[in-house]
Nanobody
Framework: QVQLVESGGGLVQAGDSLRLSCAAS????????MGWFRQAPGREREFVAA????????YYADSVKGRFTISRDNAKNTVYLQMNSLKPEDTAVYYC??????????????WGQGTQVTVSS
């Protein structure tokens, strides 16, 4: 079992930056690929970014490519999502996810509780 706790969400203006963090506990963090998803009101949850166990492989949704960066610190059991040049359409609840594999795939096995990101125009 893995417990995931997100933090770092908030209210920002368009063009601003935010960094989300996801702290993991319960199992050996480096055995898990990690990902971020988001869900806007009235919409399906969608994939945002993912990272392999070592950080060598990263994957992004086209909508965030070039603006968002996923990274991880295995010594701190934490995965990050650096979000730059935020747009109002990035407004959503952001969820951290873990997969019981060193490489990403879907569906994830564990989910965090989510953190709200709101981008005003």
């Amino acid at each position: 079992q893995v417990q995931l706790v997100e933090s770092g969400g908030g209210l920002v203006q368009a063009g601003d930056s935010l960094r989300l963090s996801c702290a993991a506990s319960g199992r050996t963090f480096s055995n898990y690929a990690m990902g971020w998803f988001r869900q806007a009101p009235g919409r399906e949850r969608e994939f945002v970014a993912a990272i392999s166990w070592s950080g060598a492989n990263t994957y992004y949704a086209d909508s965030v490519k070039g603006r968002f960066t996923i990274s991880r610190d295995n010594a701190k059991n934490t995965v990050y999502l650096q979000m730059n040049s935020l747009k109002p359409e990035d407004t959503a609840v952001y969820y951290c996810a873990a997969r019981r594999s060193r490489y990403w795939g879907t569906p994830p096995d564990y989910w965090g509780q989510g953190t709200q990101v709101t981008v005003s125009s």
